[in-house]
């Protein structure tokens, strides 16, 4: 994907059967916006946060 802003979308369930309000995440998807249409890709977490940490800035930089 080209450098941009994406938004993201996070699918949860709510657990049932457990004592606390908690959520497991099903599906990470990207939304992608261009050329008239909107398209919805699954990523994975592991990839998604692999790419926010490459879009931030180094400490090297500073």
């Known amino acids: 994907m080209p450098a941009g802003d ?3 979308l996070v699918e949860e369930e709510e657990l049932q059967g ?3 309000l908690a ?3 099903k599906a990470t ?3 992608i916006m261009g050329h008239g249409r909107t398209e ?3 990523i994975s977490g592991n ?3 692999s790419v926010l940490n490459r879009d ?3 400490n090297d930089d500073a």
Do not use: A
């Open 47 to 49: 990839d998604l946060e």
């Open 6 to 8: 994406y938004e993201v």
């Open 23 to 25: 959520y497991r995440k």
């Open 40 to 42: 919805m890709r699954e």
């Open 18 to 20: 457990v004592s606390f």
């Open 29 to 31: 998807y990207l939304i």
């Open 56 to 58: 931030q800035p180094s």
